[in-house]
T-cell receptor, first 114, second 112 residues
Framework: DAGVIQSPRHEVTEMGQEVTLRCKPI?????LFWYRQTMMRGLELLIY????????DSGMPEDRFSAKMPNASFSTLKIQPSEPRDSAVYFC????????????FGDGTRLSIL | SQQGEEDPQALSIQEGENATMNCSYK?????LQWYRQNSGRGLVHLIL?????REKHSGRLRVTLDTSKKSSSLLITASRAADTASYFC????????????FGRGTSLIVHP
């Protein structure tokens, strides 16, 4: 079975550029999460969706960050304009509803903003 | 703020030894889960323990939960070099939305 698929795996771009990260969750999963991982701050929850609807975006750091889920099989996280402090590994995860259900993570996008 | 905090931050042992990691959390929970993250990869779910359980086993993994102390431990017995990874606990708060909150992780190195 295919797991959570993220693209690209690596992204290097200059500050000020728009960055779009993509995620395909596991089919049948109704929750989708976006995380950011850095050495300094650990794993931070940015936003999560339930049935394609954003439920909690309180972790989104600034208005420069936006996320969409146009359908059950696709989500994007966009940073515009990007800044060097956005450099991190961004993970997407999905799960089925219910307490104790495990999250399934993609292998992340390593983002470097120069 | 993060609900779960793992201790120690880093652990270095020899192959064959046991590794114990601890997780402390602040509020009442429904469930606690442990995940592993290999270098350059996403987190992988290892084991779930519910708030009404005290101990759970899965292969070489043993998890305990003490709700009175708001803490859990993960024991890996007879460790192998392949166990080298970061280990995270994740809790979902009771009365909440079953959205897990992760700690910062314990980095385990197992020397062959």
């Amino acid at each position: 079975d295919a797991g959570v698929i993220q693209s690209p795996r690596h992204e290097v771009t200059e500050m000020g550029q728009e960055v779009t990260l993509r995620c395909k969750p596991i089919s049948g999963h109704d929750y989708l999460f976006w995380y950011r991982q850095t050495m300094m701050r650990g794993l931070e929850l940015l936003i999560y969706f339930n049935n394609n609807v954003p439920i909690d975006d309180s972790g989104m750091p600034e208005d420069r960050f936006s996320a969409k889920m146009p359908n059950a099989s696709f989500s994007t996280l966009k940073i515009q304009p990007s800044e060097p402090r956005d450099s991190a590994v961004y993970f997407c995860a999905s799960k089925v509803s219910g307490g104790g259900q495990p999250q399934h993570f993609g292998d992340g996008t390593r983002l470097s903003i120069l | 703020s993060q609900q779960g905090e793992e201790d120690p931050q880093a652990l270095s042992i020899q192959e064959g030894e046991n590794a114990t990691m601890n997780c402390s959390y602040k509020t009442s929970i429904n469930n606690l889960q442990w995940y592993r993250q290999n270098s350059g990869r996403g987190l992988v779910h290892l084991i779930l323990i519910r708030s009404n359980e005290r101990e759970k086993h899965s292969g070489r993994l043993r998890v305990t939960l003490d709700t009175s102390k708001k803490s859990s431990s993960l024991l890996i017995t007879a460790s192998r070099a392949a166990d080298t990874a970061s280990y995270f606990c994740a809790t979902d708060a009771s009365g909440g939305s079953y959205i897990p909150t992760f700690g910062r992780g314990t980095s385990l190195i197992v020397h062959p």
